[in-house]
Protein backbone atom coordinates (compact mmCIF):
# COMPACT_ATOMS: atom_id res chain seq x y z
CA UNK A 1 0.00 0.00 0.00
CA UNK A 2 0.99 3.48 -1.01
CA UNK A 3 0.84 5.65 1.66
CA UNK A 4 -1.42 9.28 0.23
CA UNK A 5 -3.43 10.16 3.24
CA UNK A 6 -2.13 10.78 7.03
CA UNK A 7 -3.99 11.65 9.58
CA UNK A 8 -2.17 13.35 12.80
CA UNK A 9 -3.39 13.54 16.27
CA UNK A 10 -2.13 16.28 18.66
CA UNK A 11 -2.11 20.13 18.75
CA UNK A 12 1.36 19.97 19.90
CA UNK A 13 4.67 21.87 17.55
CA UNK A 14 4.99 17.92 16.69
CA UNK A 15 1.95 17.71 15.06
CA UNK A 16 1.97 21.12 12.86
CA UNK A 17 6.04 19.70 12.51
CA UNK A 18 4.86 16.55 10.90
CA UNK A 19 1.90 17.75 9.27
CA UNK A 20 4.49 20.25 7.27
CA UNK A 21 6.97 17.30 6.16
CA UNK A 22 3.98 15.25 5.45
CA UNK A 23 1.97 17.85 3.01
CA UNK A 24 5.33 19.07 1.24
CA UNK A 25 5.89 15.49 0.51
CA UNK A 26 2.71 15.65 -1.37
CA UNK A 27 0.82 13.88 0.58
CA UNK A 28 -3.10 14.69 2.13
CA UNK A 29 -3.03 15.36 5.65
CA UNK A 30 -5.84 15.39 8.43
CA UNK A 31 -4.99 17.47 11.27
CA UNK A 32 -7.21 16.48 14.22
CA UNK A 33 -7.50 17.86 17.84
CA UNK A 34 -9.70 18.01 20.57
CA UNK A 35 -11.09 21.48 19.78
CA UNK A 36 -11.45 22.83 16.20
CA UNK A 37 -9.66 25.84 17.44
CA UNK A 38 -6.66 24.25 18.43
CA UNK A 39 -6.47 22.23 15.15
CA UNK A 40 -7.13 25.77 13.01
CA UNK A 41 -3.70 26.91 15.45
CA UNK A 42 -2.02 23.99 13.97
CA UNK A 43 -2.64 25.59 10.78
CA UNK A 44 -1.90 28.61 11.22
CA UNK A 45 1.53 27.68 12.58
CA UNK A 46 2.51 25.71 9.16
CA UNK A 47 1.39 28.57 7.14
CA UNK A 48 3.74 30.89 9.34
CA UNK A 49 6.36 28.46 8.88
CA UNK A 50 5.49 28.33 5.05
CA UNK A 51 5.03 32.23 5.09
CA UNK A 52 9.17 32.08 6.58
CA UNK A 53 10.20 30.03 3.93
CA UNK A 54 8.70 31.87 1.51
CA UNK A 55 10.09 35.32 2.48
CA UNK A 56 14.10 33.46 2.60
CA UNK A 57 13.68 32.14 -0.75
CA UNK A 58 13.26 28.93 0.69
CA UNK A 59 9.70 28.22 -0.97
CA UNK A 60 8.29 29.36 -3.81
CA UNK A 61 4.61 31.13 -2.84
CA UNK A 62 2.62 28.46 -5.22
CA UNK A 63 4.62 25.48 -3.67
CA UNK A 64 3.55 27.09 0.18
CA UNK A 65 -0.19 27.42 -0.95
CA UNK A 66 -0.22 23.91 -2.51
CA UNK A 67 1.27 22.59 1.02
CA UNK A 68 -1.07 24.22 2.87
CA UNK A 69 -3.87 22.94 0.50
CA UNK A 70 -3.23 19.61 1.61
CA UNK A 71 -4.13 20.10 4.96
CA UNK A 72 -6.99 19.70 6.56
CA UNK A 73 -7.99 20.66 10.15
CA UNK A 74 -10.66 18.75 11.96
CA UNK A 75 -11.69 17.72 15.48
CA UNK A 76 -13.76 15.01 14.55
CA UNK A 77 -12.22 11.32 15.31
CA UNK A 78 -14.32 10.35 12.15
CA UNK A 79 -12.47 12.50 9.66
CA UNK A 80 -9.54 10.15 10.08
CA UNK A 81 -11.64 7.06 8.75
CA UNK A 82 -9.97 7.36 4.95
CA UNK A 83 -6.39 7.69 6.38
CA UNK A 84 -3.92 5.52 5.11
CA UNK A 85 -1.68 5.95 8.10
CA UNK A 86 -2.80 7.28 11.35
CA UNK A 87 0.05 9.03 13.70
CA UNK A 88 -0.66 9.97 17.60
CA UNK A 89 1.28 12.44 18.77
CA UNK A 90 -0.79 13.31 22.00
CA UNK A 91 0.75 13.53 25.50
CA UNK A 92 3.36 10.77 27.08
CA UNK A 93 0.55 8.66 29.29
CA UNK A 94 -0.37 5.15 27.82
CA UNK A 95 -3.26 5.76 30.21
CA UNK A 96 -4.11 8.15 27.30
CA UNK A 97 -2.63 6.92 24.39
CA UNK A 98 -4.46 3.10 24.73
CA UNK A 99 -8.42 4.09 24.91
CA UNK A 100 -7.30 6.31 21.68
CA UNK A 101 -5.72 3.64 19.78
CA UNK A 102 -8.90 1.41 20.85
CA UNK A 103 -11.15 4.38 19.20
CA UNK A 104 -9.37 4.52 16.35
CA UNK A 105 -8.93 0.63 15.43
CA UNK A 106 -12.84 0.87 15.25
CA UNK A 107 -12.86 3.97 13.08
CA UNK A 108 -10.25 3.75 10.21
CA UNK A 109 -10.50 1.27 7.55
CA UNK A 110 -8.89 -2.06 7.91
CA UNK A 111 -5.74 -1.70 5.74
CA UNK A 112 -4.89 1.85 7.23
CA UNK A 113 -1.83 1.08 9.71
CA UNK A 114 -2.08 3.22 13.54
CA UNK A 115 1.03 4.48 14.38
CA UNK A 116 2.82 6.66 17.76
CA UNK A 117 5.53 9.29 17.83
CA UNK A 118 6.18 8.06 21.10
CA UNK A 119 10.03 8.74 22.52
CA UNK A 120 10.07 6.11 24.84
CA UNK A 121 6.73 4.18 25.72
CA UNK A 122 6.36 0.31 24.99
CA UNK A 123 4.46 0.30 21.27
CA UNK A 124 3.71 -3.04 21.56
CA UNK A 125 0.76 -1.83 24.52
CA UNK A 126 -0.98 0.54 21.88
CA UNK A 127 -0.98 -3.01 19.56
CA UNK A 128 -2.52 -5.19 22.25
CA UNK A 129 -5.41 -2.11 22.74
CA UNK A 130 -6.80 -2.88 18.77
CA UNK A 131 -7.48 -5.39 16.64
CA UNK A 132 -4.71 -5.12 13.87
CA UNK A 133 -1.41 -5.46 16.25
CA UNK A 134 0.26 -6.40 12.96
CA UNK A 135 -0.50 -2.91 11.77
CA UNK A 136 0.48 -0.56 14.57
CA UNK A 137 4.27 0.31 15.05
CA UNK A 138 6.48 3.53 16.08
CA UNK A 139 7.19 6.30 13.83
CA UNK A 140 9.23 8.59 15.89
CA UNK A 141 9.88 11.69 14.64
CA UNK A 142 12.35 14.17 16.07
CA UNK A 143 11.47 18.12 17.11
CA UNK A 144 11.63 19.90 15.25
CA UNK A 145 10.18 17.45 12.62
CA UNK A 146 10.41 19.82 9.32
CA UNK A 147 15.04 20.51 10.02
CA UNK A 148 15.82 17.17 12.06
CA UNK A 149 16.48 14.71 9.58
CA UNK A 150 15.98 10.97 11.83
CA UNK A 151 12.71 9.23 12.23
CA UNK A 152 12.92 6.11 14.05
CA UNK A 153 10.66 2.94 13.02
CA UNK A 154 9.84 1.63 15.62
CA UNK A 155 9.08 -2.58 15.08
CA UNK A 156 6.99 -4.26 17.79
CA UNK A 157 7.16 -7.75 18.42
CA UNK A 158 3.30 -7.54 16.71
CA UNK A 159 4.19 -5.54 13.48
CA UNK A 160 4.23 -6.94 10.05
CA UNK A 161 7.21 -6.96 7.16
CA UNK A 162 4.43 -5.04 5.38
CA UNK A 163 3.84 -2.50 7.64
CA UNK A 164 7.55 -1.38 9.07
CA UNK A 165 8.07 -1.24 4.71
CA UNK A 166 5.38 1.36 4.45
CA UNK A 167 5.95 3.29 6.87
CA UNK A 168 9.86 3.38 5.93
CA UNK A 169 8.96 3.95 2.41
CA UNK A 170 6.64 6.75 3.92
CA UNK A 171 9.49 9.01 6.14
CA UNK A 172 11.84 8.02 3.00
CA UNK A 173 9.06 10.43 0.96
CA UNK A 174 8.98 12.46 3.37
CA UNK A 175 12.94 13.11 2.81
CA UNK A 176 13.70 11.74 6.07
CA UNK A 177 16.49 8.62 6.91
CA UNK A 178 14.45 6.19 8.65
CA UNK A 179 16.32 3.86 11.08
CA UNK A 180 14.60 0.74 12.17
CA UNK A 181 14.09 -0.38 16.13
CA UNK A 182 13.03 -2.83 18.24
CA UNK A 183 10.69 -1.79 20.96
CA UNK A 184 12.85 -0.94 24.08
CA UNK A 185 12.49 1.62 25.98
CA UNK A 186 13.63 4.67 24.87
CA UNK A 187 14.65 3.31 21.39
CA UNK A 188 18.24 4.20 19.96
CA UNK A 189 18.60 8.28 20.44
CA UNK A 190 17.21 8.71 23.94
CA UNK A 191 18.49 5.37 25.77
CA UNK A 192 21.76 6.65 24.57
CA UNK A 193 20.67 10.61 25.31
CA UNK A 194 19.14 10.47 28.65
CA UNK A 195 21.80 8.94 30.68
CA UNK A 196 24.19 12.18 29.27
CA UNK A 197 21.52 14.72 30.23
CA UNK A 198 21.25 13.33 33.63
CA UNK A 199 24.83 12.97 34.25
CA UNK A 200 25.16 16.56 33.35
CA UNK A 201 22.77 17.37 35.90
CA UNK A 202 24.59 15.10 38.58
CA UNK A 203 27.94 17.11 37.38
CA UNK A 204 25.94 20.47 37.95
CA UNK A 205 24.07 19.48 41.53
CA UNK A 206 27.85 17.84 42.79
CA UNK A 207 29.29 21.63 41.90
CA UNK A 208 31.68 20.60 39.42
CA UNK A 209 30.86 23.19 37.09
CA UNK A 210 28.22 26.02 36.22
CA UNK A 211 25.89 25.55 34.05
CA UNK A 212 26.94 27.45 31.72
CA UNK A 213 30.27 25.87 31.93
CA UNK A 214 29.47 22.35 31.22
CA UNK A 215 27.44 23.42 28.43
CA UNK A 216 30.07 25.55 26.61
CA UNK A 217 32.57 22.65 27.64
CA UNK A 218 30.20 19.88 25.64
CA UNK A 219 29.52 22.45 22.80
CA UNK A 220 33.41 23.76 22.30
CA UNK A 221 34.94 19.69 22.90
CA UNK A 222 32.70 17.72 21.32
CA UNK A 223 31.30 19.74 18.35
CA UNK A 224 27.71 19.18 19.79
CA UNK A 225 25.15 22.06 18.56
CA UNK A 226 23.93 22.27 22.47
CA UNK A 227 25.26 21.80 25.70
CA UNK A 228 22.66 19.35 27.48
CA UNK A 229 21.46 21.11 29.90
CA UNK A 230 20.25 24.16 27.50
CA UNK A 231 19.16 20.86 25.72
CA UNK A 232 16.93 19.60 28.40
CA UNK A 233 15.71 22.76 28.96
CA UNK A 234 14.52 22.85 24.97
CA UNK A 235 12.57 19.43 26.09
CA UNK A 236 11.39 20.31 28.78
CA UNK A 237 12.48 19.08 32.32
CA UNK A 238 8.50 17.46 32.71
CA UNK A 239 8.79 15.39 29.43
CA UNK A 240 12.35 14.75 30.68
CA UNK A 241 11.49 13.47 33.88
CA UNK A 242 8.96 11.05 32.09
CA UNK A 243 11.46 9.89 29.68
CA UNK A 244 13.94 8.49 32.86
CA UNK A 245 11.40 7.36 35.00
CA UNK A 246 10.21 4.76 31.49
CA UNK A 247 13.74 4.23 31.04
CA UNK A 248 14.39 3.34 34.37
CA UNK A 249 11.07 1.22 34.74
CA UNK A 250 12.37 -1.19 32.00
CA UNK A 251 16.50 -1.31 32.42
CA UNK A 252 16.56 -0.70 36.60
CA UNK A 253 20.04 1.05 35.72
CA UNK A 254 20.92 3.82 37.83
CA UNK A 255 21.77 6.24 35.12
CA UNK A 256 18.17 6.37 34.09
CA UNK A 257 17.31 7.20 37.70
CA UNK A 258 16.38 11.10 37.17
CA UNK A 259 18.14 12.91 39.61
CA UNK A 260 16.14 14.81 42.55
CA UNK A 261 16.86 18.37 41.62
CA UNK A 262 15.04 17.22 38.18
CA UNK A 263 11.99 16.63 40.22
CA UNK A 264 12.19 19.63 42.37
CA UNK A 265 12.51 22.10 39.45
CA UNK A 266 9.35 20.28 38.04
CA UNK A 267 7.60 20.61 40.99
CA UNK A 268 8.11 24.61 41.07
CA UNK A 269 7.21 24.80 37.33
CA UNK A 270 10.65 25.25 36.76
CA UNK A 271 10.20 23.14 33.39
CA UNK A 272 12.67 24.97 30.53
CA UNK A 273 11.78 27.22 27.64
CA UNK A 274 7.97 26.81 28.07
CA UNK A 275 7.82 28.32 31.18
CA UNK A 276 10.16 30.73 30.83
CA UNK A 277 12.35 28.63 33.52
CA UNK A 278 14.84 25.79 33.76
CA UNK A 279 18.23 25.60 34.34
CA UNK A 280 18.45 29.29 32.27
CA UNK A 281 16.18 32.08 32.41
CA UNK A 282 13.97 32.75 29.32
CA UNK A 283 11.44 35.19 30.95
CA UNK A 284 13.00 38.16 28.78
CA UNK A 285 14.23 36.41 25.78
CA UNK A 286 11.89 37.01 22.77
Do not use: W
Amino acid sequence: MTIERVGILGSGIMGSGIAEVAAKAGIEVVLRSRKQETADAMVASLQKSLAKQVERGKLEQADADAVLGRVTATDHLGALVDCDLVIESVVEDLAVKLPLFTELDSIVKDSAILATNTSTLPVVEMAMATNRPDRVCGVHFFNPAPAMSLVEIVRPLTASDATIAEVTEFATRCGKGPVEVKDRAGFIVNALLFPYLNNAVRMLENGTASAEAIDAAMKGGCGFPMGPLALLDLVGLDTSVAILDALYEEFKDPNYAAMPVLRRMVTAGQLGRKSGAGFYDYSKKG
